[in-house]
């Protein structure tokens, strides 16, 4: 099947069951300087904030990295990603983390030579070691413009982007996995024979079953990473079948997506 399934993840709350940001917060002792800065100034200004903290209290970023790493990653996630990978799907995260945090995780479990392309907010270790976290969008020098998004990244510009690119490539249909309002934007850019999964009861999920008539894409809720896992593994299975048969194939019973030949009678 490759080339045939794109597979994009939001990353907190959905590839991971928490939240990296607040994590960190919460487990490096920010807790109370974070509810004291939250309502003055933007989510990811508020995050670099916290980085330029913990440099002052002599944190590094492989205290930050280690702190990164106990973050839990559901099992069955971690295998469908792999499967996924395996059988010719192309991965992607499109969020609002950073990259840093992301990238840590993604390496801690083994899987961040599955996805790629990691679109994110940009996160780089200066000379004096602290670790700076930037906007993807600079919402002065090159606003984005979507109303339906965070000032620090459209989504749905992102997932234009992506689709152009693909354009020359046959059949090509995408998998949007998310749970947050910042992931709503680029599920309306999706199609008839595209999917969407959001995750039940959070904001994603509320926003599209406020007006379900909006998205094109098929509908596939989840709670947990077990649920989805199996949701994931059994569109792409659904996708591999309508390929097979295009092409003359038939799916293999064994999870991953293999394929054998159709035999003549």
Known sequence: MADTAAVVFDFDR???????????????GLTQLFRELYSTMPWTSLMNRMMVELHTQGKAAEDIEECLKRMPLHPRVIESIRAAHRNGCDL????????????TILKHHGLLDCFTEIVTNPAFVDAEGRLNIVPFHDSADSPHGCSLCPPNMCKGLVLKRIQA???????????????????YCPC?????????????????????????TLIKAVIHEWS???????????????????ENTRTGLTASPDDGCKTTPVSNP
């Open 92 to 103: 992607r995260i499109i969020s609002d983390a950073n990259r840093f945090f992301i990238e």
């Open 165 to 183: 690119a693909d354009s020359e490539i046959r059949n090509r249909r995408y998998i949007y996995l998310g749970d947050g309002k910042g992931d």
């Open 188 to 212: 309306l850019k999706l199609g008839t024979r595209d999917f969407v999964v959001p995750r039940k009861s959070f904001p994603l999920w509320k926003l599209i079953f406020n007006d379900q």
């Open 14 to 28: 959905t590839l991971i069951d928490g939240d990296s940001d607040n994590w960190v917060v919460t487990e490096m």
């Open 224 to 242: 947990d990473g077990e649920e989805l896992a199996a949701i994931l593994l059994d569109i792409i299975d659904r996708i591999l079948m309508d």
